[in-house]
């Protein structure tokens, strides 16, 4: 996420739907412990710490060059390390709420990664992810050079229902520009 239209995504389409998808649900999500999965080049911990003033706001990504350069975001509590999302250090719990700009469909075992998310949420805890289907993530790897393996392709209701396996209930998702695109907000079962 380092180029300036995928910031330009990210903070003109996808935050406003899932603060919408936050607000719709009466979250407050103000002094709780944030995770942003895979934050890229860290536009998204600006915008967490901005609406949210979270007591707490972890940050990381696969790629050392991303976390270089989310440092170089303006902000003032953020967290930021190297980590891979299928294998996190982080204690089981530790998390209040998880952010996710369209993660899981790049990684070779994607449900190895959703496990590890509901394990570092609280019970009651929300997961707020945007993803694409299948057929989208197809059509960027083959026509547009996208690197998104063939595996980690989903349809939305092997989604839902791998989420729902690992404790994580959908309480909301709402279409990002084309139906092949939600953004979803869940709640980790107590």
């Given at each position: 996420?380092?180029?300036?239209?995928?910031?330009?995504?990210?903070?003109?389409?996808?935050?406003?739907?899932?603060k919408a998808l936050?607000?719709?649900?009466?979250?407050?999500?103000?002094?709780?412990?944030?995770?942003?999965?895979?934050?890229?080049?860290?536009?998204?911990?600006?915008?967490?710490?901005?609406?949210?003033?979270?007591?707490?706001?972890?940050?990381?990504?696969?790629?050392?060059?991303?976390?270089?350069?989310?440092?170089?975001?303006?902000?003032?509590?953020?967290?930021r390390l190297q980590?891979?999302?299928?294998?996190?250090?982080?204690?089981?719990?530790?998390?209040?709420?998880?952010?996710?700009?369209?993660?899981?469909?790049?990684?070779?075992?994607?449900?190895?990664?959703?496990?590890?998310?509901?394990?570092?949420?609280?019970?009651?805890?929300?997961?707020?992810?945007?993803?694409?289907?299948?057929?989208?993530?197809?059509?960027?790897?083959?026509?547009?050079?996208?690197?998104?393996?063939?595996?980690?392709?989903?349809?939305?209701?092997?989604?839902?229902?791998?989420?729902?396996?690992?404790?994580?209930?959908?309480?909301?998702?709402?279409?990002?520009?084309?139906?092949?695109f939600r953004a979803?907000?869940?709640?980790?079962?107590?």
């Amino acid at each position: 996420m380092n180029n300036w239209a995928r910031k330009a995504l990210l903070a003109h389409l996808e935050f406003p739907i899932f603060k919408a998808l936050i607000e719709e649900a009466s979250l407050d999500l103000k002094g709780k412990h944030l995770l942003d999965i895979a934050c890229g080049s860290g536009r998204s911990n600006w915008l967490l710490e901005v609406n949210y003033q979270p007591k707490s706001l972890t940050a990381f990504d696969l790629m050392p060059l991303q976390i270089k350069l989310a440092k170089q975001e303006p902000t003032a509590m953020t967290q930021r390390l190297q980590a891979d999302l299928t294998q996190l250090g982080f204690k089981t719990g530790a998390f209040d709420a998880a952010f996710g700009f369209g993660i899981l469909h790049h990684l070779l075992d994607w449900k190895k990664g959703a496990a590890e998310i509901a394990r570092v949420l609280k019970p009651g805890g929300h997961l707020i992810i945007e993803e694409p289907n299948g057929r989208a993530s197809a059509f960027f790897r083959i026509f547009a050079g996208f690197a998104i393996p063939q595996e980690g392709a989903f349809t939305f209701e092997e989604l839902e229902e791998e989420l729902y396996r690992l404790g994580l209930k959908v309480l909301a998702y709402k279409k990002v520009l084309l139906p092949c695109f939600r953004a979803y907000l869940f709640k980790r079962e107590d």
